[in-house]
């Protein structure tokens, strides 16, 4: 993937929020996507002048994103990759544990792309995780809908909620879904536990997940096993279970499937493929438990 304009809004509201990118870390050495013409009216837009950044405006288009993280504020930066042909500052394969050295040494670990590459995810994540200081964030930017076959993975909001959690000592600051369709929507994301219910999607356009969190206590990490919220709350409370299957059970499409089945399985399938559509606002970003339109602006 790397920088392209929607992860570069991202980013630069970041920077103007103050959070500190001097010493960064980036999970593969990155493209830059963004076009001259596209980097003077962003750096416009958040306050900065093209002028001060000219390094920003190669000749040459896509480029390397070093200057975009200088720009950001970087004053270290250190690009890891599990081999050297792009050229990256450390060859270390995230399948394996970061060193010692490496740990707590970073105000920002940035994953533009890199995460569902790597098979063994658990430890490419705690990587990523344990190399953030105190107070300082990582960021990942990763596919959620219609990227098959694009890495080894395609994740989901609820998966970055339980892992940089206050358990582990994180906190989920901003989980944005981006829709990269004609109008580049922009929605935040809720936390399936807050909602209670499970944070879905079916829709036609491909969607990336902006996830920034923040480092607030460095605490060993997974020494509990995340469990997905509305798993772990039916097993907590055995009334909660009970009172989750029949209220499932009353809804109206799914009531009429099971009235169905047993008479005409093909209409009752018909059915199933009403509700589990991207018409169906449950599935939808139109569902306002999981979603909010906002601006790109913020």
């Known amino acids: 993937m790397g920088i392209d304009i929607e992860t570069a809004k ?3 509201a970041r920077r103007r929020e103050k959070s500190s990118f001097e010493r960064c870390a980036t999970l593969g ?3 830059y996507f963004v076009s001259n013409s596209e980097t003077r009216g962003l750096l416009k837009q958040f306050g900065l002048s093209p002028d ?11 480029t390397y994103s070093e200057p975009f993280w200088q720009m950001l504020g970087a004053k270290t930066l250190h690009t890891i990759d599990a081999s050297n042909f792009e ?5 270390h394969d995230l399948n394996q544990l970061v060193p010692d050295s490496w740990k707590a040494a970073y105000d920002v670990v940035c994953d533009c792309g890199t995460l569902e590459h790597v098979f063994n995810f ?6 990523g995780m344990e190399m953030v200081e105190c ?6 930017q990763t596919p959620a809908n219609n990227y098959l076959g694009h890495g080894f993975y395609q994740f989901s909001p609820e998966l970055f909620f339980r892992v940089l959690s206050p358990e582990n000592g994180f906190r989920v600051e901003q989980c944005v879904a981006v829709e990269y369709g004609p109008r ?7 936390d399936p536990e807050a909602a209670r219910a499970r944070v879905t999607l079916i829709n036609a356009a491909p969607v990336i997940l902006f996830l920034w969190a923040k480092r607030v206590e460095i605490k060993p990490l997974f020494q509990a096993t995340p469990q997905q919220s509305d798993y772990a709350a039916a097993w907590a409370d055995s009334a909660a279970k009970k009172s989750q299957r029949h209220s499932s059970g009353a809804q109206p ?15 009752a399938r018909v059915l199933d493929t009403l509700r589990f559509s991207r018409f169906s606002r449950e599935f939808s970003f139109r569902n306002p438990k999981s979603f909010t339109r906002i601006s790109k602006q913020d």
């Open 10 to 12: 991202f980013l630069l």
């Open 29 to 31: 050495r990155q493209h």
């Open 52 to 62: 001060d950044f000219p390094n920003l405006f190669p000749k040459e288009y896509p």
């Open 87 to 91: 050229g990256a500052t450390h060859v």
């Open 122 to 127: 658990p430890a490419a994540i705690r990587n």
């Open 135 to 140: 107070g300082g964030h990582f960021f990942t």
């Open 184 to 190: 580049r929507r922009w929605f935040a994301v809720t």
């Open 253 to 267: 499409l799914k009531r009429i499937k099971n009235l169905l089945l047993a008479t005409a399985p093909r209409l």
